[in-house]
């Protein structure tokens, strides 16, 4: 698969102020938890998905697993993010994330990417 210019991640595609992180902490619409990670969603208003990272030092103690998982997560942000319309979301790592292997965690965001669809899927019904 070659990469677009739409399956990048750039300015457009992330968080980037404390007011955007704000918003989505205040009023999280959807929500997807597992022992190790937690993602807090909610509809932006805009063309596109946005993705903010916070990946605590209290968690993952290595710099070097952080950037991994980090690495990790807009990689598969990227590859997922046609399915998630226009939602602002937050990805939280939680204690045990770093323990995984880089292929597992695909797989898990993988599993909480399309729990987000449903999610929005199921609201939109109603």
């Known amino acids: 698969m070659t990469a677009t210019p739409e399956m990048g991640f750039g300015r457009s595609k992330r968080l980037l102020t ?3 992180y704000k918003a ?3 009023d999280s619409s959807y929500r997807v938890s597992h022992r190790n990670l937690l993602m807090l969603a909610r509809p932006s208003g805009l063309k596109e998905a946005r993705l903010g990272l916070i990946v605590a030092k209290k968690n993952v ?3 070097v697993k952080r950037n991994r998982i980090k690495r990790v997560v807009r990689d598969s942000f990227r590859l997922n993010q046609q399915t998630l319309e226009t939602l602002d979301i937050i990805f939280l790592a ?5 323990q995984l292997e880089p292929a597992e ?3 898990l965001l993988l599993q909480s990417w399309r729990k987000l669809s449903r999610q929005m899927k199921k609201v939109k019904k109603t």
């Open 61 to 63: 103690r290595l710099a």
């Open 105 to 107: 965690q695909h797989k």
């Open 18 to 20: 404390k007011a955007a």
């Open 94 to 98: 939680r204690r045990g994330l770093d």
């Open 24 to 26: 989505v902490f205040d």
